[in-house]
C-alpha cells in the first residue's frame, strides 16, 4: 500500500509479497510512532520459529533490509524466548558493515509525516519539514530515519524536526554512526512485534 499524497519521511511501507507469502507482522521499514513494547506472549514467536526459513528471511527483512541480518537471525532459530530474540538481532545490528548499513538504509521508505496538533503552525510545520528531509536526503544520500518510541503523539513533530535539523550539521561518518543506532532501534521494535504477532 502506497503513502498517501502528502510530505513524508522515511517511514514504514509494506514489503511487497509474492502469493505464497504470510502477512508480515510489521511494516519492513520506518518511524514506530506509537509502539509500545509489552512481554511478547510465546505463541507469536512458535509461530515464528515454525516458519520455512526462506519465509522466515522475508518477514525478518520487514524488521531490517539487510539480507545477511535476517539470515542471520533466521539461521539461528530456535530461541528460546523474545529477548532473546532481541538480543540476537541487536547484535546482528551492530555488527553490520558499512556496505550493509547502506543496503539497510535503501530499504527504508518513505511513510506519512508524524501528527501535529492542531493550529495556525501546522502547515508551517510540515513545510519546515519536508523542506529539511529534502536537505538530509541531497546531503546523504539516502532515507532519514529515526525511532521515536518512547515519545507522546503530540511531540513527534517537534522531535522529529529537531532531531533532521540537528543531523544534518553532522560529518558524513558522524551521521552514518547515528543513522546505524536509529536503524538498530527500529530493527529491535520491530523484532518485539514480530516476536508479539507473527502470522
Known amino acids: 500500500m502506497h503513502p498517501p499524497e502528502e510530505p ?23 518511524i514506530p510512532w506509537q509502539n509500545r513494547l509489552a512481554p511478547a506472549p510465546a505463541a507469536g514467536l512458535d509461530r515464528f520459529h515454525a516458519l520455512p526459513h526462506p519465509q522466515a528471511v522475508v518477514t525478518l527483512l520487514t524488521c531490517c533490509g539487510c539480507l545477511r541480518w535476517a539470515e542471520r537471525l533466521a539461521d ?15 547484535e546482528a545490528s551492530y555488527d553490520l558493515t558499512s556496505a ?4 539497510a538504509l535503501a530499504q527504508e521508505a518513505p511513510a506519512p509525516l508524524p501528527p501535529a496538533r492542531p493550529g495556525p ?3 508551517a510545520a510540515h513545510t519546515a519539514l519536508r523542506a529539511a528531509h529534502a ?11 529515526i525511532c521515536l518510541d518512547g515519545y ?9 524536526l529537531h532531531a533532521i535539523r540537528t543531523r544534518l550539521a553532522h560529518e558524513p561518518d ?23 504477532g507473527c502470522p
Open 8 to 30: 513524508t519521511l522515511s517511514g514504514d511501507t509494506p514489503a511487497v509479497r509474492p502469493t505464497a507469502r504470510p502477512q508480515p507482522p510489521a511494516p519492513r521499514c520506518g
Open 76 to 90: 539461528h532459530r530456535p530461541y528460546p524466548d523474545p529477548e532473546s530474540l532481541l538480543a540476537a538481532g541487536d
Open 100 to 103: 550493509e548499513q547502506v543496503e
Open 121 to 123: 503552525g501546522t502547515l
Open 135 to 145: 536537505a538530509y536526503e541531497l546531503r546523504f544520500r539516502h532515507a532519514f530515519v
Open 152 to 160: 507522546r503523539p503530540d511531540e513527534l513533530m517537534d522531535q522529529t
Open 174 to 196: 558522524e551521521e552514518r554512526s547515528v543513522a546505524a543506532e536509529e536503524l538498530r532501534r527500529l530493527a529491535h521494535a520491530r523484532l518485539a512485534r514480530l516476536a508479539a
